[in-house]
């Protein structure tokens, strides 16, 4: 079991950077696999950024490679977005997801638990 609890949304100008975290519960958390993902207003949920239980592999959807960064501290238990270069299209709620196993996942399916979200919103 792994709860979690995502932070740091907020309004920002374009071209801003935003950190975004998701602290999670439990002694198993460096043994899931970690995403990021996206849902704007009737928008279907999608990716964003996925990293393994170790680390040391990340993946980005295109639209955000070069701007956003995903790590984590399994000694805080805690994962991040960073984003950087914000757009108004980067406007949504981001919501981090566990899933076990600790490879790679790219689909909300394959993710076995969530946080609540956090806003984003990108505009002048």
């Known amino acids: 079991q792994v709860q979690l609890v995502e932070s740091g949304g907020g309004l920002v100008l374009p071209g801003d950077s935003l950190r975004l975290s998701c602290a999670a519960s439990?002694?198993?958390?460096?043994?899931?696999?970690m995403g990021w993902f996206r849902q704007a207003p009737g928008k279907e949920r999608e990716f964003v950024a996925t990293i393994t239980w170790s680390g040391g592999t990340t993946y980005y959807a295109d639209f955000v490679k070069g701007r956003f960064t995903i790590s984590r501290d399994n000694n805080k238990n805690t994962v991040y977005l960073q984003m950087n270069s914000l757009k108004p299209e980067d406007t949504a709620v981001y919501y981090c997801?566990?899933?076990?196993?600790?490879?790679?996942?790219?689909?909300?399916?394959?993710?076995?638990?969530w946080g609540q979200g956090t806003q984003v919103t990108v505009s002048s």
């Open positions: 439990g002694r198993t958390f460096s043994s899931y696999a």
């Open positions: 997801a566990a899933r076990r196993g600790g490879t790679l996942g790219f689909s909300t399916r394959e993710y076995d638990y």
